[in-house]
């Protein structure tokens, strides 16, 4: 729990300002950025360095939770689909795809307001007479709640359940193949 946690603090620091800013403002409708490096420089021009990391805690609020759900979700599946731990594929598709969709589903919300943080989208925010740059977790959920009620949390929850589950299934699988495919090797070798 503590290396997927570390490992989760130090992967978002860096991939945060890549990811969460630069290629969430290069695909907004009539983005004015037509370059990363132009996105970059007028980001930081414009806004300063913090924009960088406006959503960080946002983005650890929902990758954090993200995993253990992902994780535990994958071992309950796995408990039931392959109790005896076997390299079995079909099993790792399985109980991958549906890790990766509950826990898409279940951080949706997070999800959302991170995108808000992130894009800081001039039409969401003059509608609601929003002046300046939106800044925290709190004022993301409470300026999507104003956009949308309940529902505003949840947009978009179909596209990241279907993007998560090929992802998680495939992972799961490859990591599942190579541990099988490492300690087969390892027992081999043996005398």
Not at 50 to 55: E, V
Not at 66 to 88: D, G, S
Not at 155 to 161: I, N, P
């Amino acid at each position: 729990g503590i290396a997927g946690s570390v490992a989760t603090l130090l992967h978002d620091a860096v991939m945060n300002p890549a990811e969460a800013v630069v290629k969430q403002r290069l695909q907004m409708f009539n983005s004015p950025y037509t370059s990363v490096l132009g996105c970059v420089r007028a980001v930081h021009r414009t806004e300063g360095v913090g924009a960088f990391y406006r959503s960080y805690t946002t983005q650890l609020t929902m990758n954090v939770p993200f995993q253990a759900i992902h994780f535990i979700t994958y071992e309950l599946l796995q408990e039931h689909l392959n109790p005896h731990r076997q390299y079995n594929p079909r099993s790792h598709i399985v109980a991958g795809a549906v890790a990766g969709a509950v826990a898409a589903a279940a951080t949706t919300p997070l999800d959302v307001c991170k995108t808000l943080l992130n894009t800081q989208e001039n039409t969401a925010l003059s509608s609601l007479n929003i002046r300046g740059h939106l800044s925290g977790m709190a004022n993301a959920f409470s300026t999507v709640y104003q956009l949308g009620g309940l529902p505003g949390f949840f947009k978009g929850v179909q596209a990241r359940v279907i993007y998560q589950m090929p992802s998680t299934a495939i992972a799961w699988s490859v990591y599942e193949f190579f541990k099988y495919f490492l300690t087969k090797r390892a027992l081999e070798k043996k005398p």
